[in-house]
């Protein structure tokens, strides 16, 4: 089976995955559940876990076109996805981002990432900032994989520019790519950001249709047609 160059990063192991809202709904996201999206870059047929270069660790979900979930509530007529795609096996860890917001967030003060915040909730601890004006943070041992919680959906939209531009350390690298940041304003009460991933993006905060699917995917469920996932 071929799969597309399409992924999304996030918790598998849910069963009732929560919806990431857009920062015109809310703005800082539940403890433990930021997800992301990447770039396929090998074929598999189950939802074994699949190395990736950035580090995180991929299932593939398969069985494109499935049906949406039918029946009460707000999923109602959600969960159909018309392409394979990948979800991240765990939550990004404290070690994931630890190495993202030192990478934003220690360079001098007239050169810092906008829009990238320190999460409320994780595992690492502030340290020495190389750069003047920077901030820094290390990750005591055995915190490495702890969840982390309150991060906010623009901070996650960067984290996507930075995956997708090959985690580069120069300023464009944090400001497109999956997400244009310069569609980030407020108007009226409410925001102009780009709530959808630009064409060809690599990594990607998922849809509620890929959340959904991913939690129920089954790769050894079986059809009448002798087909298998779903």
Known sequence: MTISSRVALTCVARRSPPVLQSPSRARTLPAALVAIAAAILSTF??????P???GIDFVTIGAPGNAAWQGP????GKGSVSYDFRM??????????????????DRPTTDRIPFV??????????TTPQAPGGRRWSVPTGNQMRAVGGITWRTTAVFCNWLH???????EAFLDGAYDVSTFAGQGGGFLDQLTRSPGAQYWIPSTDEWL???HYDPAKQHSDGSLGG
């Open 45 to 50: 047929t189950t939802a074994q876990a699949q």
């Open 52 to 54: 990736d270069p950035s």
């Open 73 to 76: 509530g707000y999923n109602n």
């Open 88 to 105: 991240g096996q765990y939550e990004v860890t404290t070690a994931q981002w630890a190495e993202f917001f030192n990478a934003a967030l």
């Open 117 to 126: 915040s320190a999460p409320q909730v994780w595992g690492a601890q502030s």
């Open 165 to 171: 531009n090959g985690k580069g350390t120069s300023r």
């Open 213 to 215: 699917k991913a939690a």
